[in-house]
């Protein structure tokens, strides 16, 4: 449970009970958390621990599906290849057709160790989305940088992946120069920018519209008016609840799907 | 049929464009204390982006 809310629930300031008691709204404060322990300069946060619990469970669901593998799936198999097979068709195969399928590994992975880490923010006593801390999509980030930038430069050839990369196809010389840059600044900086910056963004404004109305549904919960106003709030939090559900695969989806995209066109150049 | 990742292709494009020529406008504008510079740079990044845009989507993928 976020700081603030722990606060606003124990001091039971509610709506009109007393003359200071104003609407605590949520700050950035409530994305820092008390270490739970440090070793040294380290300090273990619960963020830290959502992201390794997220980490076990993956790896604990994927071991256990294929651990014994049949021909005809039974029991917790059927869930594992549903989801390999889920990203395999909407993700991968759009993208990089089958000849990307060596690739299918590091997609679920990717793509399952993310779903969770979001959906953090919706499962009870958690209630964070671990990627609202943006070292997160950075680390991720850098991990799909680097995995692109390496297939780009092992299948063109170092110079010829950043030629291809820079020489639009169909572009008359006289403009090269100028159009060049663009292009070089857009492969290697814009996009992995925007793509960390896409995830942590939309969990952190999740997070914090269900901190908003969650906290105004208890904070206006009062024998006054704002009883009413109270009960709004907590249907917009459960609307919002429901499009959070939604925005949590959404935002795995994209990453996911974008990653794809990036080693496509590391794979050949300029489609 | 576009694939799906274009669209967030073209962003980056966009967004690249306006960085590197707004900067420069703002490097030029800073040198010469034109401060409007970083207004033509920024006009003329977006211009450039969708020509680059253009050069890289329309034509029938090989």
């Known amino acids: ?271 | 049929m576009p694939r799906e990742g274009t669209g967030w292709a073209i962003v980056s494009y966009l967004i690249g464009g306006m960085l590197l020529y707004g900067g420069i406008g703002w490097l030029v504008g800073r040198w010469t204390h034109i401060e409007a510079l970083t207004g033509v740079g920024i006009v003329l990044g977006i211009g450039l982006s969708l020509a680059l845009i253009i050069f890289r989507f329309t034509r029938p993928s090989r």
């Open chain 1, 1 to 271: 449970m976020s700081n603030l809310l722990v606060l606003t629930t124990a001091s039971g300031c509610h709506f009109q009970s007393h003359p200071s008691c104003g609407y605590p709204a949520p700050t950035i404060e409530d994305f820092f958390f008390k270490p739970i322990f440090s070793i040294g300069g380290f300090q273990f946060t619960k963020p830290i621990l959502l992201m390794l619990l997220s980490a076990a469970i993956v790896l604990a669901v994927f071991w256990m599906a294929f651990r014994k593998p049949k021909l005809v799936p039974r029991g917790i198999q059927n869930v594992g290849e549903l989801g390999i097979l889920a990203v395999r068709d909407q993700i991968l195969r759009p993208q990089l057709g089958s000849k990307g399928d060596r690739y299918l590994p590091f997609l679920v992975s990717l793509f399952f160790f993310i779903w969770l880490m979001n959906l953090w923010e919706l499962i009870p006593v958690a209630q964070f989305p671990a990627t609202s801390k943006f070292a997160f999509p950075v680390g991720l980030t850098l991990v799909v940088w680097v995995t692109y930038m390496f297939i780009g430069m092992k299948n063109q050839g170092p110079i010829g992946y950043f030629k291809n990369m820079a020489v639009p196809p169909g572009a008359p010389w006289w403009i090269l120069p100028l159009l060049s840059p663009i292009e070089l600044l857009s492969n290697i900086i814009v996009r992995p920018f925007t793509l960390s910056i896409r995830l942590m963004a939309n969990m952190l404004s999740g997070h914090l519209l269900l901190l908003v109305f969650s906290i105004a549904s208890w904070y206006l919960f009062s024998a006054t008016i704002g009883l009413l106003f109270a009960a709004v709030s907590f249907i917009v939090f459960l609307l919002v609840f429901v499009l959070e559900v939604l925005i949590t695969l959404l935002q795995a989806f994209i990453f996911t799907t974008l990653t794809a995209f990036y080693i496509s066109d590391a794979l050949e150049p300029a489609h």
